[in-house]
């Protein structure tokens, strides 16, 4: 009887059809229509959601005496690798209220991955090559995506439901008015707005001057 029971419990376990879910296919763009690269594009669900499984655990690189990549979206909690490609040393820190940190001049890979612990924003700089910088985004949601290079970015595995639509970058003049919207389980395309600067990047002198 158990068995059968069992068996019972399973068929029509497998005949309940997946959770539904949609997404968000969002391209930014700057005033003058240009794509805004690297722009974070965050959704916030307005009501409690279901725990889900949290995104990998990205790594942000030293290589070739640069921060890769430029722009990381993480959530909450998340703990962070910074391997050093480089065949010399750095020594990352951040003075943002969102994370304060150091690891102080290295090679390889660090002994213990620095945890974001705070929403907010990051900035990331080295202590012995000024020009290197980089950003990361903490936010409270497993619901983000940043813009490549045609300023595209999508959103998928999103519960039907309203969210709050925020949209970030490190150069940007004035901040985004997040907007609420609705989810639903057909695709939801946007076109958004963003005024940055422009990025200046800080020419890199010699390897072979490069004491570290």
Known sequence: MK???AL???????????????????????????????????LEALAAAPPRTRPPAPAIEQRD??????LTIVQTGTAVEFPNRDPFKHHVYSFSPAKVFEIKL??????????????????LGCNIHD??????LVVNTRHFAKTDAAGHALIS??????YRLQVWHPRQKAAFASREIEIGTAPLKLDLVMNIAPRIVKAKPPIDSDQY
């Open 3 to 5: 068995l059968v029971a």
């Open 8 to 42: 019972l419990a399973a068929a029509l376990s497998a005949a309940v059809p997946p959770a539904l879910a949609g997404s968000l296919e969002a391209t930014v763009a700057t005033p003058a229509g240009k794509p805004a690269e690297d722009s974070a594009v965050v």
């Open 65 to 70: 005496r640069e921060f890769r990549p430029y």
């Open 106 to 123: 290295y090679a390889g890979k660090p002994a213990q991955p620095v945890i974001f612990d705070k929403a907010g924003e990051v900035a």
């Open 131 to 136: 020009w290197m910088e980089a950003y990361v």
């Open 157 to 162: 595995d999103v519960p039907p439901g309203r």
